[in-house]
C-alpha cells in the first residue's frame, strides 16, 4: 500500500510559477509511475503530467494545455514526484493530485492509477 502526500500549493499571481511535490512512502518508489491531474469545480479530473518507472527509457507526457509550462520530474532517493509550474495561468487554478500505479508502465489516465494523494488547492490570480 502507497501513500502519497502533497505540498507546495497556494495563491500564486498569474505569470508566476509553483512547485508541487508528493512524498510516497509504503512501497518501492521507484517501480511506480506517477501522475499528476487536476480538478478544478465542477469539473472532472483532467491529466496534467506523468513519468513512467525508473528503469529503462525516461520519456515524459503531458496535456496540451501545460506543454512548456510544466515539467514532472522525481526523486527516486527521496520518494518524491515533482511538477515545477511556470507561466501559470488562472485557468490552472484547480486541486492538484499526484498518483501512483504498477499496473501500466505510464498512463495519462485516471482509471489506470491504483493510489492517490489527498489533493493540494492551486489558486492563480488574475
Known amino acids: 500500500q502507497v501513500q502519497l502526500v502533497e505540498s507546495g500549493g497556494g495563491l500564486v499571481q498569474a505569470g508566476g510559477s509553483q512547485r508541487l511535490s508528493c512524498a510516497a512512502s509504503?512501497?518501492?518508489?521507484?517501480?511506480?509511475?506517477m501522475g499528476w491531474f487536476r480538478q478544478a469545480p465542477g469539473k472532472e479530473r483532467d491529466f496534467v503530467a506523468a513519468?513512467?518507472?525508473?528503469?529503462?527509457?525516461?520519456?515524459?507526457y503531458y496535456a496540451d494545455s501545460v506543454k512548456g509550462r510544466f515539467t514532472i520530474s522525481r526523486d527516486n532517493a527521496k520518494n518524491t514526484v515533482y511538477l515545477q509550474m511556470n507561466s501559470l495561468k488562472p485557468e490552472d487554478t484547480a486541486v492538484y493530485y499526484c498518483?501512483?500505479?504498477?499496473?501500466?508502465?505510464?498512463?495519462?489516465?485516471?482509471?489506470?492509477?491504483?493510489?492517490w494523494g489527498q489533493g493540494t488547492q492551486v489558486t492563480v490570480s488574475s
Open positions: 498518483a501512483a500505479t504498477r499496473s501500466v508502465p505510464v498512463s495519462t489516465l485516471s482509471r489506470n492509477y491504483d493510489y
Open positions: 509504503g512501497g518501492t518508489f521507484s517501480s511506480y509511475a
Open positions: 513519468i513512467p518507472s525508473s528503469g529503462g527509457r525516461i520519456y515524459y
